[in-house]
């Protein structure tokens, strides 16, 4: 299966705004709202930041917020801080009963 | 809180079966939710390797799928990975995780690092 698509590097200075994109097809993104979204520092494990689309887990600051436009979903987080530099990955169900992650996007804050 | 522990060996020799435990404590693996295999190459991006729901249905990547092996022990709360006939692009980081609906991984163990080399 191919990985999701996403811009490979976004960058923003602190307090602004960036959204990420992932775009996949009707037979994962498109077809179910199963799509989450993972932060990643490095050295660290994942941490899931956006789930079905759009829900954030407990504990999960509100600057962050998903949402989903026939294949492509998007990353959207907002006040942009220092603490927010780190790798993104969105993923998805798919018609397979698997999972498929994307390709992976830096945030850099400048 | 849900906390998961991966172990197993760091070197495994090319040909060989790749074989990683996870450890759950604080939650019962057999009440709900997906248990599943997360990897990481070096420098590269991540890769849903398998998922076990709690009743024991199994769900792999199709690409892998010839090669792993993803199975539940209830009575010890631990879930296991085979992966066989491993080369040195098996080389990885492997987490193990929790996962929700459409196996979504909400708690993740802290990874281990698989080398595959002679």
């Known amino acids: 299966q191919s990985a999701l698509t996403q811009p490979a590097s976004v960058s923003g200075s602190p307090g602004q705004s960036i959204t990420i994109s992932c775009t996949g097809t009707?037979?994962?993104?498109?077809?179910?709202?199963?799509v989450s979204w993972y932060q990643q520092h490095p050295g660290k494990a994942p941490k899931l930041m956006i789930y079905?689309?759009?829900y954030r887990p407990s504990g999960v600051s509100n600057r962050f917020s998903g949402s989903k436009s026939d294949n492509t979903a998007s990353l959207t987080i907002s006040g942009l801080q220092a603490e927010d530099e780190a790798d993104y990955y969105c993923?998805?169900?798919?018609?397979?009963?698997?999972?498929?992650f994307g390709s992976g996007t830096k945030v850099t804050v400048l | 809180q849900v906390q998961l522990q991966e172990s197993g060996p760091g070197l495994v020799k090319p040909s060989e079966t790749l074989s990683l435990t996870c450890a759950v404590s604080?939650?019962?693996?057999?009440?709900?939710?997906?248990w599943g295999w997360i990897r990481q190459p070096p420098g590269k991006g991540l890769e849903w390797i398998a998922s076990?729901?709690?009743?024991?249905?199994?769900y792999y990547n199709p690409s892998l799928k010839s090669r792993v092996t993803i199975s539940l022990d209830t009575s010890r709360n631990q879930f296991s990975l085979k992966l066989s006939s491993v080369t040195a692009a098996d080389t990885a980081v492997y987490y193990c995780?929790?996962?929700?609906?459409?196996?979504?991984?909400?708690?993740w163990g802290q990874g281990t690092l698989v080398t595959v080399s002679s």
């Open positions: 995780a929790r996962g929700t609906s459409g196996l979504q991984a909400d708690y």
């Open positions: 604080g939650y019962s693996i057999s009440s709900g939710y997906h």
């Open positions: 076990v729901y709690h009743s024991g249905s199994t």
């Open positions: 009707s037979s994962d993104v498109g077809g179910y709202n199963y």
């Open positions: 079905d689309v759009s």
């Open positions: 993923s998805s169900y798919t018609s397979s009963s698997s999972y498929v």
